[in-house]
């Protein structure tokens, strides 16, 4: 099987799953979107209110400010894979619980196996903490990590990961926004040294 038809799969798996809680209460579950070729992935925490409408990623505000982000340094979402920790929405737009991270997160854990990205790119602490611990790092403060590489040997070759902050922080706090944009010139950097 091809790995266009196994994470069409995967996504139709995750449309129907009802291993958590959250499965009950969502309207729709956010897979993932994207280009399923692409060297690069970005992995937010879990779906807000219009992902949950609209059953795709990041299309709320934060997902204005990364589409803004993207577009500074000549990116746009069919170049990207976009996908969450969680898949579905928590009441309120709550932190996902460890155990619906647990539960939900070998559906991440596949898409990286099949998407093989060589970069990935963990938006805000909770998917920052997850990514660094399943490649065997130590999680420690955003705010000391943010922007800087991890190198990972797989077994699929090297993946680079670069933790960032959640786009969401630059609507309550707009000096983040150049934070985030001085981080995404790197990833810039990352991709044309990889290409
Ligand atoms: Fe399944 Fe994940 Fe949705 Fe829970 S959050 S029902 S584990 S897809
Ligand atoms: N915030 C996230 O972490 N993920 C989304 O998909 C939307 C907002």
């Known amino acids: 099987m091809g790995r266009e038809e196994q994470l069409r799969r995967l996504e139709e798996r995750i449309r129907n799953c009802k291993k958590c809680p959250l499965g009950e209460l969502r309207t729709n579950a956010v897979p993932g979107a994207g280009n399923y070729s692409s060297k690069i992935m970005f992995v937010g925490e879990a779906p807000g209110y219009w992902e949950d409408q609209k059953g795709l990623p990041f299309v709320g505000r934060a997902g204005r400010i990364l589409d803004e982000l993207l577009e500074s340094i000549g990116l746009d979402r069919e170049d990207v894979y976009i996908t969450n920790i969680v898949k579905c929405r928590p009441p309120n737009n709550?932190?996902?619980?460890?155990?619906?991270?647990?539960?939900?997160?070998?559906?991440?854990?596949?898409?990286?196996?099949?998407?093989?990205?060589?970069?990935?790119?963990?938006?805000?602490?909770?998917?920052?903490?997850?990514?660094?611990?399943?490649?065997?790092?130590?999680?420690?403060?955003?705010?000391?990590i943010h922007g800087k590489m991890f190198e990972a040997r797989t077994l699929f070759g090297r993946i680079i990961i670069m933790p960032m902050y959640h786009p969401a922080v630059a609507l309550y706090r707009p000096a983040m926004k150049e934070e985030l944009e001085k981080d995404f010139r790197k990833i810039r950097e990352l991709i044309d040294g990889i290409s």
């Open 94 to 144: 709550r932190d996902p619980t460890e155990e619906e991270i647990r539960t939900c997160s070998p559906y991440l854990d596949l898409q990286i196996d099949i998407i093989r990205p060589r970069v990935i790119i963990p938006l805000g602490r909770h998917s920052m903490a997850y990514i660094l611990k399943k490649f065997g790092f130590d999680v420690e403060p955003i705010s000391r």
